[in-house]
């Protein structure tokens, strides 16, 4: 089999031992090689043929081809590749520009420019017959010249309406001719499909156009960590180079995800591919077919998942679920109703928060401006507040809460396996701590503790315990004391590094 190299970067997802490849010049192809090996009563449910739901969509799926055209030095084309520091590369250069400026003495800027052109390949669809189709940004990057290719051949010249990179989307326009109206697909509730439902995608793999392939619904719901907003279905349908930006159609005709990357060790379709599904899309595409751009809603706080042993230290009922507050921007909207950080959100708007990754993915889909009801734990006690969202903006970062001024004190304990000590003008040289930190310094950490294993490092702070802020090493002790009291198993921990950057830890006390 010939192989073809991509024509997109690859994403890697260290997880799966895989690395997550753009689709960007591909989509999938042929059938699953699983299902041969499904039970024939399992089989027979299945469609016998899917050329009527292919000629039903095919029109509408498009191929995209977007050149990028840049100026490039007269001599960058002849020029051979040396060796950096070869010894004769001064040598070359100028004997090269020379040939490039024609024996002229003019300088590199006076020399004529050449033009150098990038071309990509991809796939996408029509949502609305008066000329507007969807493909995936990383198909058009920066392009200065798109064609939208119709089933038939037709080109027509595209115009960028808008594109937004974290969820990988682009919309654009094209003009229809009174010869070639334009075929529209709608979207489907990607939300009803189960794991099991079956799926076709029509695209353009390594450019051969006009393929189908088909699959199945292999799981909802997937975080490949290419974006803040990972929510992909992933389906075993054969998506390869080329495919990004294509429909991944349910069995009425409708359009319930966009393909945009496969997980491949090899570079080709090994039967794992992701989509965006029409519920994340669609909003998204509302707004930058209105505004040009995605208004995002913003809450203002900085968040890290819940394990089992911060759920016990915190006391939340029905184990790990939420996603725990470790900053609060002081300009924010949670700040202005109340959120503390070590508050748990585990509902937000009527949607159940299940796991920290849950939660900015809809707080970007709630209207800016919009006020909403907030669920929190504190300190094991839940509690509703109203939250008015504010504008998310790419610029902005997220600023912690401050904590109360500590008296410093030198003696150093031990406690949880830690070397403790109050800050002093001597440790905050040592370990460059900001003045902005405070709590009780880190100065060494048993190697067979569970700190350890949790990975606290001399030199960072420690600014609460069990929710309570701290200020010398007696504080933590006392702390520690009480909870063990109380029953407790575990202890949370709010520590900070030197710069500030916050996070929550909990440390067993057995």
Excluded: C
């Excluded at 590369?89 to 024996?103: A, V």
């Excluded at 995800?257 to 509302?286: C, E, H, Q, R, Y």
């Excluded at 504080?475 to 949370?492: P, T």
């Amino acid at each position: 089999m010939q192989s073809v190299a991509s024509a997109a970067p690859a994403r890697r997802l260290p997880a799966l031992r895989g690395r997550v490849r753009s689709a960007f010049f591909g989509v999938m192809v042929g059938a699953s090689v699983a299902s041969a090996m499904l039970p024939l009563a399992v089989l027979a449910k299945g469609p016998d043929s899917l050329a009527d739901l292919a000629d039903q969509v095919t029109d509408a799926v498009v191929n995209i081809s977007a050149s990028t055209t840049v100026d490039a030095k007269p001599s960058a084309r002849n020029m051979p590749q040396l060796p950096p520091g070869t010894p004769f590369e001064d040598l070359f250069e100028e004997f090269f520009n020379r040939r490039g400026n024609k024996g002229g003495d003019r300088s590199e800027n006076d020399a004529p420019r050449q033009q150098r052109k990038s071309n990509s390949l991809g796939s996408g669809f029509i949502i609305d017959a008066q000329g507007i189709v969807v493909t995936n940004n990383h198909v058009i990057g920066d392009a200065n010249d798109i064609q939208v290719i119709l089933h038939d051949g037709t080109k027509l010249k595209a115009e960028i309406i808008g594109k937004d990179s974290k969820i990988d989307l682009a919309v654009l326009r094209v003009k229809p001719t009174a010869e070639r109206p334009l075929k529209a697909v709608p979207f489907g509730d990607s939300d009803k499909m189960r794991p099991g439902d079956w799926v076709i995608a029509i695209g353009n793999p390594f450019g051969l156009g006009g393929s189908v392939s088909a699959g199945i619904v292999s799981a909802r719901g997937r975080n490949i960590e290419s974006g803040p907003y990972d929510n992909y279905i992933q389906t075993d349908a054969a998506i390869n180079k080329g495919n990004s930006g294509g429909p991944l159609f349910n069995m009425d005709g409708e359009v319930i995800g966009i393909n945009t990357a496969i997980l491949s060790p090899t570079g080709g379709s090994v039967g794992i591919g992701f989509a965006v599904p029409s519920g994340t899309a669609k909003p998204v595409i509302d707004q930058l077919r209105e505004f040009g751009e995605v208004r995002r809603g913003w809450l203002g706080v900085r968040i890290q998942n819940v394990d089992d042993a911060t759920a016990e230290a915190l006391g939340l009922k029905g184990g790990a679920k939420g996603a725990l507050v470790a900053g609060v921007d002081e300009k924010g909207p949670a700040k202005t109703a109340g959120l503390e950080v070590g508050d748990v959100i585990v509902k937000f708007n009527g949607n159940t928060v299940k796991a920290s990754s849950d939660l900015p993915r809809i707080v970007a889909a709630t209207p800016v401006g919009k006020t909403v009801d907030v669920v929190v734990v504190r300190k094991g006690q839940e509690s509703t507040k109203a939250v008015t969202l504010g504008r998310l903006e790419d610029s902005e970062k997220p600023q912690l809460a401050n904590v109360k001024q500590p008296e410093p004190e030198s003696a150093v304990r031990q406690v949880l396996g830690l070397n403790l000590s109050g800050i002093t003008d001597e440790l905050r040289r040592r370990y460059s701590i900001k003045d902005s930190v405070k709590g009780v310094v880190v100065t060494r950490v048993d190697p067979n503790s569970t700190a350890a294993d949790k990975r606290i490092q001399p030199g960072e702070v420690i600014v609460e315990v069990g929710q309570e802020a701290v200020n010398i090493p007696a504080d933590i002790s006392k702390r520690v004391d009480a909870l063990k009291k109380e029953g407790r198993k575990s202890v949370l921990l709010l520590v900070a590094s030197a710069s500030g950057d916050v996070r929550f830890v909990a440390i067993g006390l057995d």
